[in-house]
């Protein structure tokens, strides 16, 4: 009997194991109920798992009461569950600060940055909103290694400079590629997105991260993804209100009244127009005595073009949804003075965005959005001899004392470029509004459990008009043949484009591997027309009536187009999560090249060792993680114009000709470009080797070493004379950039009530040109920034062996004093032998230059490089605190060891200045009783001690650019959960904030980040009337319901 028991018992004890087993069902959402898609399913200990739909859901057959469930998703808290009898688990992870900072997101897909083969930096948004600006690029400097951002000038909503690793390009454009929600956008404005809808921001600086998007990767990509709704029938409501006050710190030192009037009785010695035994030269009929004022306060016309400006910011955004339909609306209004008189910057952004489950397989989402921008006020920035920067400077600080009001334009008539700069910013009325419409549609379908397919379409348009006004009271109306003027410009843009992915991953034991294929296919078209009315009887109409002008109007008109198509791909590869791998392929054809050039191909390759997971490293519980990474790229770059390629023939009035007897004109077309059909992409090969570290989950580190080489650069380069052509775009050229890059995290202290975490990032670029046109060595650059003061004077050059966009010119070497002379018999001053001379009259007091060729004469032959405007390193250091309900927070940026070309210091210390004052520094001039000093004489012995024409600049106007900033200083209160309890409120933060409070510096202007050279690279750290940066204080609140 017991044998027939015991067989009995054997039979149902395996029938029991297979009845206990069960499926178990469930959803995985985070924090605010949003479905997670990808989210890891394991059971402990084995290697059974799953992971979840697009809308969080999962099954896992085969589960045994005993079991136990592991749920876990990159930059979320893993959740461990026991199975017991259950059969549904919903799973709610909360997210893990710390590995928030390790998702990254890339070319068409998120991943873990502890699988990531290239080199990504990730930015968390809030660091980008934690402090109130206009745009989110004004935040982004310091925050992440070998991106360096540069100010441009303090214009209120105007752009940013971003290149990541050095420029690849010599004539050409080297921003990156923006990427909002995977629709790649050249010439991207940062104004056109609320920084609060940003949810995730991470740029790709190596070739292997990039080539992804291959001819339009080569200068970086920015991946910016925006907020999303949730899916548990819950609704957030936020409410952020900010208010700031913005003024200019400091301001460049000018003449006093007393000094104003001695120096121009110098100068007018100097031109031999004031005998001072007479009182009926110019000098005297004007000013009179000097001494009458020496307690004169004046008018500094900076302190009366500045003003303390003010900015309010308000942004209203909805979160919420169900299973089947999840919505998120965000609206944002800025509108912020400017502190230049007169100037403002005002956007409104609109953002709606939605996802709609279909079924179980299919989602259709879609988004719209709308911005108004609109900048008002007169553009200041240099390169022009009108800037009212530059009038306030030179502008007399007092009248003379005994002129009448009838009087006082005797003097501003003598130089028809010098005017009341008040009267400049309150007479011209400009304005540039822009609008702004994106829509896109997808759909996201999943089939055969391992397959996605993703389908999205987009059209964006902008259109912007541009108008300006020049009242009779203004130097451009009263001082040109214009007369009273204004112009009427608009330009539209029109972008149709589609992008399309299928993706596929599957993972088999210790096996991770994954392919995903894309097309996407774009046009784009640009549409202008300009008009001009002059000499219109009367202001009193403004802009709105043009058309009652007495000269013809003078019109034009522009169309052009292009289109882009792309097929693309990637492989990617993972054993053990120890041994990684990815390759990338991407070929583009693109209508502005020919047909034999048209298509170009960018493959990429990454591998990366975690060392950290192998056998021997399990003991050294030291390192958390590991990872050394090693990738190859090749990227491409089409940034030309639409028909550079092609001839092209236009028609304007001169254009034509004539014939007849009677000589009558005949229009006619002319060719305004040369065919060049061999012009092709122009290449960017980038090789990458990284190491990240993570010790003890307290302490990151990542390292990268790049080296790219730019070939094929499309340049503009010179022609022969027979062509007819001066300069046509042509491959030619190459450029090299190798660099280093340091990021480190410090999590100090983390603790419930006290939190310490520090951010430190450095970064090392040299750049070098190596190769020109055939046979060319160097490109000479005029910058144009004062065609009064510098003529035609080169004063940037590009050399081969030599980082682009050197400065150029003499080398100072003091000033000529007495012993430097022989005095003849004949009473005539001679120099001394060995001693250079660059005029056939020389006198003390004169400026000196090195003669670097030694043949003793001063001339073109002793330029030479004279400054270097890339920064040794740059970085940044932050560190944010959390004590209880508060937080604070500081960061602090800089770049090291620059040169600025101080063109302000250039022009208005120039010693004949007549009628314009000038900086302090003229008060210093050279006379035989005060020698040490930098600044030459102005006469002696009969003599002007003027240096020859043209050779204006030298090393006294280059300036050493190194600053460190204190960039930004925030300081929080959150209010606790009780009292947020009784308020019925899920959050309220207030904040204080400042921004560019202070800059320690050498440099002798407003601030040293600044650059408005007109030609790009060729003409970097140009300082020369740009508008001043602000020091920012705000204030403000953010309420969650």
Not at 224 to 232: E, L, Q, Y
Request: charged letters at 20%; proline letters at 4%; one cysteine or more.
């Amino acid at each position: 009997m017991k044998p027939i028991k015991l067989l009995v018992l054997l039979f149902f004890i395996p029938a029991v194991g297979v009845f206990a087993q069960t499926t178990i069902t469930g959803t995985v959402t985070d924090d605010k109920g949003v479905p997670i898609p990808g989210a890891n399913v394991i059971v402990k200990g084995i290697p059974k798992g799953t992971t979840t739909d697009f809308d969080g859901n999962y099954a896992i057959e085969g589960i045994e009461p005993s079991d136990i469930l592991v749920f876990s998703y990159v930059g979320f808290k893993t959740v461990e569950k026991n199975v017991f009898s259950q059969t549904t688990i919903h799973i709610t992870l909360e997210p893990d600060q710390v590995q928030l900072n390790e998702v990254v997101v890339i070319g068409y897909e998120a991943v873990r940055k502890k699988d990531l083969t290239g080199s990504v930096s990730a930015i968390d948004p809030e660091e980008l909103s934690v402090a109130p600006t206009a745009n989110f690029d004004e935040a982004l400097a310091g925050r992440a290694a070998g991106v360096q951002v540069t100010a441009g000038d303090g214009t209120p909503g105007s752009s940013q400079n971003i290149v990541i690793r050095g420029g690849n390009s010599i004539t050409g454009d080297n921003s990156p590629l923006y990427v909002v929600d995977g629709i790649p956008l050249e010439d991207f404005d940062p104004s056109s997105i609320n920084t609060r809808d940003i949810e995730s921001f991470d740029i790709l600086k190596d070739a292997s991260a990039t080539a992804i998007y291959g001819s339009r990767g080569a200068n970086g990509v920015i991946v910016i993804n925006t907020r999303s709704g949730r899916s548990d029938g819950k609704t957030d409501i936020n409410i952020s209100s900010f208010s700031r006050v913005q003024i200019i710190p400091n301001r460049l030192e000018v003449l006093s009244p007393y000094e104003f009037a001695r120096y121009q009785e110098a100068l007018a010695y100097a031109n031999d127009n004031y005998d001072p035994g007479q009182n009926v030269r110019i000098f005297k009929t004007n000013w009179i005595d000097p001494e009458l004022y020496r307690n004169v306060k004046g008018t500094d016309w900076q302190d009366e073009i500045f003003r303390t400006a003010y900015t309010s910011n308000h942004t209203l955004s909805l979160r919420g949804g169900n299973e089947k339909t999840s919505l998120y609306y965000s609206g944002n209004f800025l509108d912020q003075e400017g502190t230049l008189i007169t100037t403002s910057f005002k956007k409104i952004n609109n953002r709606l965005k939605f996802t709609h489950k279909v079924n179980d397989n299919l989602k259709v989402n879609g988004q719209i959005e709308y911005s108004k921008i609109k900048s008002k006020g007169l553009q200041v920035a240099g390169n022009t001899r009108t800037s009212v920067i530059r009038d306030a400077v030179s502008f007399r600080p007092v009248n003379p004392i005994n002129w009448s009001d009838e009087e006082e334009s005797a003097i501003q008539d003598q130089d028809p470029y010098l005017y009341d700069p008040v009267k400049t910013l309150e007479n011209t009325d400009r304005a540039v509004t822009r609008d702004v419409l994106s829509g896109t549609l997808g759909l996201n379908y999943k089939f055969l459990e391992k397959f996605t397919l993703n389908v999205n379409g987009n059209y964006r348009t902008t259109s912007q008009e541009s108008t300006i006004f020049f009242n009779a009271d203004t130097q451009q109306a009263s001082r040109t043949n214009r007369g009273i003027h204004g112009s009427i410009s608009d330009i539209r843009w029109d972008i149709l484009s589609t992008s399309n992915t299928l993706k596929f991953s599957d993972r088999k034991g210790s096996h991770v591997y994954g392919a995903l294929v894309g097309m996407e296919a774009q046009y784009s078209t640009r549409e202008a027309s300009n008009l001009e009315n002059r000499n219109i009887p009367t202001d009193q109409f403004g802009i709105d009536n043009l058309g009652i002008a007495t000269t013809a109007t003078i019109a034009g008109s522009s169309h052009s187009a292009n289109a882009l198509l792309s097929y693309f791909g990637r492989v990617n590869y993972s054993y053990k999560d120890r041994y990684l791998a990815t390759v990338n392929f991407r070929t583009d054809g693109s209508s502005k090249f020919q047909k034999e050039n048209r298509w170009g191909y960018f493959p990429s390759f990454s591998l990366a060792w975690r060392v950290s997971e192998e056998g021997f490293m399990k003991g050294v519980e030291a390192v958390s993680d590991l990872k050394i990474r090693a990738g190859w790229g090749l990227t491409g770059n089409n940034r030309i114009g639409d028909f550079a390629a092609y001839n092209m023939f236009a028609v304007n009035a001169s254009s034509g000709y004539v014939l007849g007897p009677n000589q009558d004109f005949s229009p006619g077309a002319y060719q305004s470009n040369m065919a060049v059909p061999d012009l092709r992409w122009e290449t960017t090969a980038q090789t990458n080797v990284g190491l990240d570290l993570n010790l003890f989950n307290r302490f990151s580190l990542t390292v990268d070493y790049y080296k790219k080489r730019t070939k094929d650069l499309l340049l503009d380069a010179d022609m022969a004379l027979s062509t007819g052509f001066d300069r046509v775009q042509q491959n030619v050229g190459e450029i090299s950039n190798e660099g280093m890059e340091f990021s480190l995290n410090f999590r100090n202290i983390r603790k419930e009530r006290f939190r310490w975490e520090t951010d430190f990032n450095i970064s090392f670029n040299k750049t070098r040109t190596e190769k020109l046109n055939s046979g060319q060595n160097e490109i000479l650059i005029d910058p144009g920034w004062d065609l009064q003061f510098m003529q035609t004077e080169y004063q940037y050059i590009t050399r081969i062996g030599h980082p682009v966009g050197m400065m150029y010119g003499l080398e100072f070497d003091g000033i000529y004093q007495m012993e430097d002379f022989v005095l003849t018999n004949g009473g005539d001053y001679e120099l001394k032998e060995g001693i250079p001379t660059y005029r056939t009259v020389m006198r003390p007091g004169m400026v000196k230059f090195r003669d670097l060729n030694g043949d003793g004469v001063i001339n073109e032959e002793d330029r030479t490089i004279i400054g270097n405007p890339q920064p040794k390193h740059i970085g940044g250091l932050s560190n944010s605190f959390k004590i209880g309900a508060f937080d604070f927070q500081f960061l602090l940026q800089w770049a090291y060891d620059f040169d600025i070309l101080n063109g302000n210091k250039s022009e208005f210390g120039s010693i004949y200045r007549q009628n314009r004052n000038g900086l302090t520094s003229l008060a210093d001039i050279w006379t035989p009783t005060n020698t040490e000093t930098t600044i030459g004489g102005m006469r002696y012995d009969g003599v002007n001690l003027t240096a020859p024409f043209g050779y204006k600049l030298d090393t006294r106007h280059i300036d050493d650019g190194s600053y460190l900033k204190l960039k930004t200083v925030v300081l929080g209160y959150n209010l606790p959960e009780e009292v947020l309890g009784r308020l019925k409120l899920k959050k309220c933060r207030l904040s204080v904030s400042a921004q560019n409070i202070y800059t320690w510096t050498r440099y002798e202007g407003y601030n040293p980040d600044v650059s408005v050279g007109r030609f790009g690279a060729l003409t970097p750290r140009l300082d020369y009337s740009a508008y001043p940066q602000s020091v920012t204080v705000s204030g403000g609140i953010e309420l969650t319901f």
